[in-house]
């Protein structure tokens, strides 16, 4: 422990110092509507600070979470029953990979007019993004299981069902932790994606709003905030994992 | 009475062109402890993987307690070489799989039976620690609580000590043997290590040919409780040359 603390220092002096050339280089260019400083950013973010953190924050965050969830629900479905089911495997794993080859920028405007500019439009787009990284990590964590152990259940006249449980779902969950981490991240763009090609409120939307009126600032400001989010929900999700995962890596 | 029976059992892997046990015809008394001693490779552990069911034979029938095996669940209890204790569960669960695999008994109950199996390999207090928490021999030993809580007579031991140190592994033939007399279980035990078979055998079934169709029935002039001193007995001497001129042989052809 002592060692990672020792570590933070270091990371703390290099990100300083990354923010103080950025300071330093927006001030030479000094033009605050293409490239504002880390400083104004925090200023645009405290005079915003009323629609950001009621309207528009608690909108993206809403559109993130349903998209997770759904995701998450997709995501094992889709997992579970590719490991069950080899006939199964094959049918949908080419599907899903191809899922992922769909450029959904340029596809997301239709789903705007599929289903409205209320939140499903941006879930879908959050959904798209995030249950991929869901479905194969666990799918390769339900397959990361030993046979050897589930031979030595069988030998104890185990189903099918207790190798699920006993043996599959305990292998699966580093792996799943390791899937929200990353699918936290990918479903806050997702959102912000969503939101940028039509909306009437969020994050996304907000800072696409701010473009319009060459306000540099008020661009970054809720792409900040974003990201502290994100951030802030993978930490909360690395507590969870320290409490429900005690053997990572062994064997 | 004999306990297990192989009459007449054949089997072929997939993409082999011949039977690796070949009309293979043995039985094992109740009560007794026997090594199967073979070169590496030659099939010991395929007779192993028939009895408990992971593989079904070609032909031929093995019967256990009288019975035909297909017709019964829960008759013996297998512990493969490596221990494969879970490392997401502490000891006290991994100890637990099989009771609750079996069903039937409550938490309370299976709590019970854990601590009593974990007293008997000296194991006490080591029910919340973790696998990794343990040395080589006392995971082992953890493995063979887990094994005996099958609550089967039959057990199918294949070269549970083979990756252990020598000291650690000696002490731990003794401690079986101990295990074994205490019990009065009926012990399969494979090993390559001539040593350990001649320690710990009634008399060893030694695999003299591969494909498998005997196993030679070799006894060991030892009697029951044994210490290490009856391995420098001539007759002990001469039978573990004996048998590793046999086993050497083979390796040769």
């Known amino acids: 422990m002592k060692q990672a603390n020792r570590g933070n220092l270091p990371a703390l002096i290099f990100l300083f110092v990354l923010l103080l050339l950025w300071q330093l280089g927006a001030m030479e260019v000094n033009a605050a509507y293409i490239l504002p400083t880390p400083i104004q950013i925090l200023q645009r973010l405290w005079e915003l600070r009323l629609p950001l953190f009621t309207v528009h924050l608690p909108a993206t965050m809403l559109v993130t979470g349903v998209g997770l969830l759904i995701s998450l629900a997709l995501g094992l479905g889709l997992a579970v029953v590719m490991d069950w089911s080899p006939l199964l495997q094959k049918c949908l794993y080419p599907v899903v990979v191809a899922s992922q080859t769909i450029p959904t920028t340029a596809i997301a405007p239709l789903f705007v007019l599929w289903f409205g500019y209320g939140i499903w439009s941006k879930v879908l787009v959050t959904v798209l993004i995030t249950f991929f990284p869901i479905t194969i990590t666990v799918y390769d964590g339900l397959r990361a299981a030993k046979t050897e152990m589930a031979e030595l259940l069988l030998t104890y006249g185990a189903t099918k069902r207790d190798i699920f449980w006993k043996i599959k779902v305990p292998c699966a969950l580093p792996y799943f932790f390791s899937a929200i981490k990353m699918a936290v991240p990918m479903s806050v763009i997702g959102a912000a994606i969503g939101e940028w090609l039509g909306a009437q409120s969020g994050l996304g939307y907000f800072s696409r709003r701010m473009m319009t009126q060459l306000d540099g600032a008020g661009v970054f400001a809720p792409i900040v905030l974003l990201s502290a989010a994100a951030m802030l929900a993978v930490a909360v999700v690395g507590l969870i994992e320290r409490k429900a995962v005690k053997w990572r890596g062994e064997s | 009475m004999s306990l297990l029976e192989f009459e007449h059992v054949s089997y072929q892997y997939p993409g082999e062109d011949f039977d690796i046990i070949d009309d293979l015809s043995f039985s094992v008394e109740s009560g007794s402890f026997h090594c199967i001693i073979g070169v590496s490779g030659c099939g010991k552990s395929t007779i192993f993987r028939m009895t408990n069911g992971l593989l079904q034979p070609k032909s031929g029938t093995i019967r256990v307690g009288g019975k035909p095996i297909g017709e019964q669940k829960h008759y013996c209890g297998y ?80 070269e549970p000590f083979s990756a252990l140190d020598f000291l650690t592994r000696i002490s731990m033939q003794e401690w079986l043997l101990g295990q074994w007399e205490k019990h009065k279980k009926t012990i399969l035990f494979i090993t390559h290590d001539v040593e350990e078979a001649v320690f710990l055998s009634g008399s060893v079934l030694a695999v003299t040919s591969t494909p498998i169709h005997t196993l030679t029935e070799v006894p060991v002039p030892a009697t029951y409780p044994r210490t290490r001193e009856c391995l420098t007995h001539p007759d002990m001497v001469a039978l573990r040359e004996d048998l590793i001129d046999v086993l050497r042989k083979q390796v040769r052809t």
């Open chain 2, 79 to 158: 512990m493969p070489q490596k221990d494969l204790l879970f490392p997401w569960r502490t000891i006290g669960e991994n100890l637990a799989l099989p009771l609750e695999i079996r069903g039937g008994l409550s938490k309370a109950e299976r709590r019970e039976r854990v601590d009593d199996a974990l007293a008997d390999v000296g194991l006490e207090g080591c029910r919340d620690k973790m696998p990794d928490e343990l040395s080589g021999g006392m995971r082992q030993r953890a493995a063979f609580a887990r094994t005996m809580l099958t609550g089967s007579d039959l057990l199918l031991l294949d």
